[in-house]
């Protein structure tokens, strides 16, 4: 039996026979095992795939594709990043209470002497991951709407975020926009990340990168529009024209395999509906069953991402130098974040360059940085904000390599009949994560602010 086969066909004695002719030979250790065959090299079986998907040239992707994903990777976690590095503006009275310096000036939250807010930004959190979860979790089994009716959905709840979160009177009205963000980021990625399935696998580390972008660009667009003189509000509000690109760069840049006519003159149209028909024919039964075998990338992944969130939106709030003049609490945390976001988008643009076979080792590495980031908070060890940076850049980088890692190991080793729902699932992984570090954030939070310095 044979571990590696061709995705499309199989040769036998000179021809081509479709792969749905060779299923249900057996289920017993691998259900994708098909009978001893001459086979061709490797490589050229990869081809062969890749131009069915319509790469041009072989083994490549179209610029327009690779940019129009890393467009929508970055327009995608947009509203995600925005809500996160404006979630210590969002809670502080400042933000509801009708000043025009909502979080800009040296207001500060209360008498504590650690200077919290009420409430931990691990709230905004998981208001920015808890719709994301179950949207993550229902999608991969139970298919809902075409792609272009899913995306419709995407740009409109990206949208009311924006608004919902600008136009704010209350804490309430707040972390329901920032509800619509994660609906809008969870949908999008569940809905995009598997599409990457139709087009040549770089297009995957394009998303990653534009995921990384997102971060950078979200995070240092708020801090910088802030440090300006912009509100926070209409910081928020100018954001707006995120989901406008998001529509261009999908229904105008990137060009849908649908709208080939054929993929190669060695390749009938029939073929091409059969690889179509491949990534989509799973059974319900069959898609739990093979959950399993992908939990060697979703749970280094899920640590990893406990970890670093825990750090970012339990932690990082807490690590405040009120002896420097030139940053206030609020500016301090808007720019961990833009410091973060940087290391993650170098990292998720690195898998051509340096690639993490064992994810497990960012999974540990990760929470070495849980333990001095909370150590710090409790005793404030760290004494200068420059050693606080180099750490936050490191924990971006290890939470970014995790990623483009994993679903780069994916589109490299998972069979393509089940890959479409492999990159689905496993993002319930990372969301898993940041949704379990929301909930530890909070108590955490609460506990270190009731102690004295």
């Keep these: 039996m044979l571990k590696e086969y061709d995705p499309v066909s199989v040769k036998l004695s000179g021809s081509y026979i479709p792969m749905t002719d060779l299923e249900g030979s057996s289920e017993s250790d691998d259900e994708f095992n098909v009978v001893s065959a001459e086979r061709r090299p490797i490589h050229s079986r990869k081809e062969e795939e890749e131009s069915i998907l319509g ?22 976690n947009f509203a995600y990043v925005i809500m996160l590095s404006a979630a210590h503006d969002i809670l502080s009275k400042d933000f509801h209470g009708g000043g025009d310096d909502p979080g800009n000036g040296t207001a500060s939250n209360g008498s504590n002497p650690r200077d919290c807010n009420t409430m931990s930004t691990g709230t905004i959190l998981l208001a920015d991951i808890i719709p994301s979860l179950i ?81 950078v660009f979200g995070a240092l667009s708020y801090a ?34 649908r709208g080939k006519r054929c993929c190669s003159r060695n390749h009938s149209y029939s073929q091409e509906l ?28 899920g640590i990893v991402y406990i970890g670093e969130y825990l750090i970012n939106q339990g932690l990082m709030e807490l690590v405040y130098f009120p002896s420097l003049s030139w940053l206030d609490h609020h500016e301090q945390y808007r720019w961990y974040q833009v410091i973060y976001q940087v290391g993650v988008m ?26 001095l980031f909370l150590s710090t908070a409790i005793t404030a060890w760290i004494g200068s904000i420059w050693v606080v940076f180099i750490l936050i850049i490191w924990e971006g980088l290890l939470g970014g390599a995790a990623y483009v890692n994993t679903f780069y190991r994916i589109a490299m080793e998972v069979p393509q009949s089940h ?28 506990l270190i602010c009731d102690l004295p310095l």
């Design 135 to 215: 949207i993550k979790a229902i999608v991969p089994f139970i298919t809902f709407g075409s792609h272009h009716q899913r995306i419709t959905v995407v740009v409109i709840a990206c949208s009311i975020s924006f608004i919902l979160v600008g136009a704010a009177v209350n804490e309430v009205m707040a972390i329901i926009g920032v509800a619509c963000a994660s609906l809008s980021s969870g949908l999008g990625e569940v809905t995009f990340l598997p599409y990457t399935s139709n087009f040549h696998r770089n297009t995957v580390s394009a998303w990653s990168s534009g995921t990384g972008g997102a971060g």
């Design 55 to 76: 790469t041009s040239p072989v083994g490549t992707e179209k610029w327009r594709n690779l940019f129009a994903y890393w467009m929508l990777g970055l327009t995608n």
């Design 224 to 257: 910088g529009l802030t440090a300006i003189g912009l509100t926070p509000r209409a910081t928020v509000f100018s954001m707006l024209v995120v989901p406008i690109i998001m529509s261009l760069n999908f229904w105008v840049v990137l060009e849908h395999p």
């Design 274 to 301: 059969q690889l179509e028909h491949l990534e989509s024919s799973l059974t319900l039964k069959e898609k739990f069953r093979y959950v399993p075998r992908l939990l060697k990338f979703m749970i280094p992944l």
């Design 419 to 446: 890959k479409h729902f492999a990159m689905s699932i496993t993002t319930l992984a990372d969301t898993t994560g940041i949704a379990i570090a929301g909930v530890i954030a909070i108590p955490v939070h609460n």
């Design 346 to 371: 170098i990292s998720r643009s690195s898998v051509h360059c340096f690639q993490i076979h064992h994810i497990w080792i960012t999974s540990v590495l990760q929470w070495v940085n849980v333990i």
